[in-house]
């Protein structure tokens, strides 16, 4: 049985979000955070109606909150540099996660696509500083989430 258009996931990052989700998301937080506030405060104090904080509240959320448990697939496209896969792998382990899969493919014109698949336990740190961490390195062109299950 195939997945329905309306059960897809679609995983993104936030500065490609229109700021009401992000608004969403904020209003979340606070009312995650806070006690004794209400909806229309929390939707207040982001700028946004309480209609569209119905609407999009049980469509995003953000990425580490359901990360925990899970395992997520890396793909990246990487200059053919000596240490630098090294230095991928010590930045997944200084965050804890436990690394499942490594794929790299034979470098083109020296640049090669890695895969990496890991397990995110409950003592991983933050998924997401953990990908700008990676993202940063020198010879890193892109990297893509392209599996969380």
């Known amino acids: 049985m ?3 258009e309306e ?4 995983l993104v990052k936030k500065s490609a979000l229109p ?3 992000r608004k969403v998301v ?4 606070l009312l995650d955070s806070q006690r004794n506030v209400t909806i ?3 939707t207040d104090a982001v700028g946004i109606s309480r209609s569209s904080f119905y609407k999009y509240k049980d469509d995003i959320f953000p990425f580490h909150d359901n990360t925990r448990g899970k395992t997520v697939t890396f793909m990246m496209q990487v200059d053919d540099e000596p240490g630098l896969l090294s230095k991928i ?3 997944v382990a200084k965050y804890q996660a436990n690394i499942l899969t490594i ?3 034979i470098p083109v014109n020296r640049i090669a696509m890695l895969t990496i698949s890991v397990e995110i336990a409950s003592e991983t740190g933050e998924v997401s500083q ?4 990676i993202e940063a390195l020198p010879g890193m062109h892109f990297l893509k989430i392209i599996a969380r299950e």
Do not use: D, W
């Open 2 to 4: 195939g997945t329905t």
């Open 7 to 10: 059960e897809q996931y679609f």
């Open 19 to 21: 700021e009401v989700y």
């Open 26 to 29: 904020e209003a979340k937080r």
């Open 40 to 42: 229309q405060e929390a």
């Open 89 to 91: 792998l010590s930045l």
């Open 103 to 105: 794929h790299q493919s």
């Open 130 to 133: 953990m990908i700008q961490e």
